[in-house]
């Protein structure tokens, strides 16, 4: 009995965690998945076992535009993430000697973290809105002769604010990838004979690539799913899956929606899967 | 203990042998001298490196030994071109590289731990070189796989460094850097990363492939084992300047100054007072007056008489008598107070305090013959050496 209990002890530390899990991910995953084959109409749900919202999502135009609006998202935003991340990255953990600026101003990447998103948000309308600052400006200096339109309530607007919020989840792991780095390869790399351009092409990006399919990892499954920023940003004019499934809870379309999650769930898990595939991150963890 | 480096040890087999010694021809005839004329290395108001004269005989293995802070890894680095030089002039062969980019110096570096690329394999790894100077694929891949073979990695070609033991890792850095046909190799403390048994193992390989290419060699290291073991000429940097330059054998026994004869070890070193020189046919015997201890003679080249100075003595070139001694002024001889007695082995360890100045002394001696000597600690014993055992230190 208490050889048992001995043996057990251990698993009380992850107890509480594997039941937060269970209760809070595990329960209502299966949940949802049980409700999207149930049967509803305008009023009510009621237990069944149909395929028809798969059906009704496959065959539907909105919601294939829709996936696909959302994909153009990932990319767009993971695009840019990477483009912005990996310089600053490299910047940080190469050109910044003195360790602590090396911390200071990568605690300055996070200061978007420091106010609540909704508020983040917000702030962008004064900025970008018909009577903004960029406006103004643009009038001011006579570049435009009539408000430019696509700055605010755009697909523009959605991958800027999806840049802005998520830029740091790109950051952070392609800065500690840089940081492993032993400074002898690249000296080792100059000693035989290596220009900066391919040191970075086969010294440092190959060595930064765990680090890159982490952050990439974030950002993709943080984009995938998607709902405030795209209604916030987006105004009306844009849709992702995101957004469609709140639109259906909102119309009590429940069976749906639970369809919907469950398609959006599958998509994320394969693209992560395909990352994995591509980068082995284990010297990572 | 099953060794990574001699189970896999590739030896010269009659298979390889014309390959690599055509190679070894080539590597051995264009392996040059390196001279260091006046270099200096100062950063801001540091001086890292002050004024250093050095000529490395080409072929040779040279090792630039010292503490840390020193300058013997700046001055590899400036060889290497990874540093610049402040003042002097650099000279590879008859070429002077001062300016030149590490890659246009004919130089090729080995580094601590190796700096073998984690995501290459050991084929990938040795290619780098080769690619990076454009070399055509044909002439890249056979140029590879002759080096490969030569350090008897061939079964290994495709595995990352991670899936090799520490000499095989070793065998991969050297190919890699011989692979451009460098002049010169320099070395910046590779066995450092290992165990004290495997880095034993891996200085005896290098020193042999060293001797197989004809190469020259110049490593930094501050493990005086390891430069005695491995090279021809030993450079001793103490506070960025060279102490003394000498082949092993004469570092050990004729150490030119105390920093010297403190850092190979096992050394008793006296200050004084000279009061005589007498020259002879093997140099000079100068007289010193060691305050508190005795007179002491010792060989040296030449000093001046009143000059402060100092000697040593090898803590194993002493010979221990009874208390007191037959002549208590005969010279070369003092008193001292066993502290402590240490078995380590094949030696004993004896320390001993001079009473009247504090002085510490060490005695070492064979274990077998201890046995028969055998004086407990505490007694006060004599101490005496032979004129040629003690060396005179200018400073």
Redesign the interface.
Known sequence: MTRTWKALQPYTLVTPQTLVFLLFLVFPILMILIVSFWDFNGYAMTPAFTLQNYIDIFTSQVSLKTYLNTFKYVILVWFFCLAIAFPVSYFLAFHVKNQKWQIILFLLCTVPFWTSNIIRMISWVPFLGKEGLVNQLLLGLNLVQEPVQWLLFSDFAVVLGMVHLYNFFMIGPIFNSLMRIDRNLITAAEDMGASGFQILKEVILPLASSGIAIGSIFVVTLVMGEFVTVRLMGGGQSASVGKLIATQIGSLQYPLAAANAVILLAVTLILVVGILRVVDIRKEL | MNSPVSTSSPGVTLAQESAESKLQQELAAQSSGVTLRSVTKKYGSFVAVKDINLDIPPGSYTCLLGPSGCGKTTTLRMI???EDITSGDLLIGDRRVNDL????RNS??M???Y?L???KSVWENVE??LK??NVPPAERSQRVNEMIEIVGLSQFADRKPAKLSGGQQQRAALA?ALV?RPQVLLLDEPLSALDENLRVKTRGELRRLQKQFGMTFIQVTHGQDEAFSLSDQIVVMDNGRIDQIGAPADIFRTPASRFVARFVGDNNIFSGKVSGVALDEQGAVIRLEVEGIGTFFCRGLAADTGMEAGCCVRSDSMDMLPYPPADPTAPNQLTARITAIEFTGYITRVSLMVEATGQEITYKVRSSEWVNQAVPEGQLVTLTWAVDECVFLSH
């Open positions: 290497a071109g990874h980019p590490p890659a246009k090729a570096m580094f601590q731990s700096a690329f984690p995501h780098f070189g990076m100077r890699r451009t």
